[in-house]
T-cell receptor, first 113, second 110 residues
Framework: DAGVIQSPRHEVTEMGQEVTLRCKPISGHNSLFWYRQTMMRGLELLIYFNNNVPIDDSGMPEDRFSAKMPNASFSTLKIQPSEPRDSAVYFC???????????FGPGTRLTVL | SQQGEEDPQALSIQEGENATMNCSYKTSINNLQWYRQNSGRGLVHLILIRSNEREKHSGRLRVTLDTSKKSSSLLITASRAADTASYFCATDGSNYKLTFGKGTLLTVNP
């Protein structure tokens, strides 16, 4: 298995632009997680899905952030409009089920100018 | 609130020495996991210890869990330069969400 795949690996955009981050979880995994990592706040859980259904989005910072999982093999995290404070590394992770080991993707480094 | 908190924040040792990192948490857990992150990479799972376990081994790794003190430790024996990375503990509560600490940056000098 190729592991969790994220794209793009790097994204540089200007304030106000829409940003879409993509994730392909490991085949057969039922849970998918989106995290954000910054030096100041560490690793924060934004949202997680179980069987394609959002279970907990309490970590989503504000309405500018939205996430979807239209099927078991694809998820997106969208920021619209983006702001400089959104600059961070965004990780997607998947696991066979809730409470299991999570397998992380390589991350997307987002820079908002 | 932050669940797992690692200690120390940074640790520098010589190759061949043992490295011990600690993690404290606040609420009851189902399990505790340790992850490793190399610079610029994603996190990699190292070991999971369940709340009814007290100690677990995996190669050069040894994890202990004391639920009465709400703490865990990760011991890496005979460290190597390649062990240089950040190490995170993660706990899950009743909602199965993992909450990560801010990590311990381990530097192993050759």
């Amino acid at each position: 298995d190729a592991g969790v795949i994220q794209s793009p690996r790097h994204e540089v955009t200007e304030m106000g632009q829409e940003v879409t981050l993509r994730c392909k979880p490991i085949s057969g995994h039922n849970s998918l997680f989106w995290y954000r990592q910054t030096m100041m706040r560490g690793l924060e859980l934004l949202i997680y899905f179980n069987n394609n259904v959002p279970i907990d989005d309490s970590g989503m910072p504000e309405d500018r952030f939205s996430a979807k999982m239209p099927n078991a093999s694809f998820s997106t995290l969208k920021i619209q409009p983006s702001e400089p404070r959104d600059s961070a590394v965004y990780f997607c992770a998947s696991s066979p089920g809730t409470g299991d080991t999570q397998y992380f993707g390589p991350g997307t480094r987002l820079t908002v100018l | 609130s932050q669940q797992g908190e690692e200690d120390p924040q940074a640790l520098s040792i010589q190759e061949g020495e043992n490295a011990t990192m600690n993690c404290s948490y606040k609420t009851s857990i189902n399990n505790l996991q340790w992850y490793r992150q190399n610079s610029g990479r994603g996190l990699v799972h190292l070991i999971l210890i369940r709340s009814n376990e007290r100690e677990k081994h995996s190669g050069r790794l040894r994890v202990t869990l004391d639920t009465s003190k709400k703490s865990s430790s990760l011991l890496i024996t005979a460290s190597r330069a390649a062990d240089t990375a950040s190490y995170f503990c993660a706990t899950d509560g009743s909602n199965y969400k993992l909450t990560f600490g801010k990590g311990t940056l381990l530097t192993v000098n050759p």
